[in-house]
């Protein structure tokens, strides 16, 4: 059982940066594709990015693009999730999921191709 864990949320302002990070203690991610999701409240789980196993391929929903970067972390071994110039609709649950795959190319979109998920971290963006 992989049991993925987020940190590096909380409370942020407009326009401010924060980085989340994913990663299982003591072990690498390097056989899965992962992702991050959000929900807000009231809202359905929102697809926020992926990335392939080779760190190569990355895809980004439309609300996040040009100001999220995900990466893999290779020293940790996990990902990490760059949030810049965030906006009060960013203010959710951003969830960590994994989906162990052969393709080092992969990638997912819909949260129910992962098989892994981490229980959430809060991040909340005031005005």
């Known amino acids: 059982q992989v049991q993925l864990v987020e940190s590096g949320g909380g409370a942020v302002q407009v326009g401010d940066s924060l980085r989340l990070a994913c990663g299982v203690p003591?072990?690498?991610?390097?056989?899965?594709?992962m992702g991050w999701f959000r929900q807000a409240p009231g809202k359905e789980r929102e697809f926020v990015a992926a990335v392939s196993r080779s760190g190569s391929r990355t895809h980004y929903g439309d609300s996040v693009k040009g100001r999220f970067n995900i990466f893999r972390d290779n020293i940790k071994g996990g990902i990490a999730l760059q949030m810049n110039d965030v906006k009060p609709e960013d203010t959710a649950v951003y969830y960590c999921?994994?989906?162990?795959?052969?393709?080092?190319?992969?990638?997912?979109?819909?949260?129910?191709?992962?098989?892994?998920w981490g229980p959430g971290i809060q991040v909340a963006v005031s005005s």
């Open positions: 003591g072990r690498t991610l390097s056989g899965s594709t």
């Open positions: 999921a994994a989906k162990q795959t052969f393709s080092t190319q992969q990638i997912f979109t819909a949260w129910d191709r992962y098989d892994h």
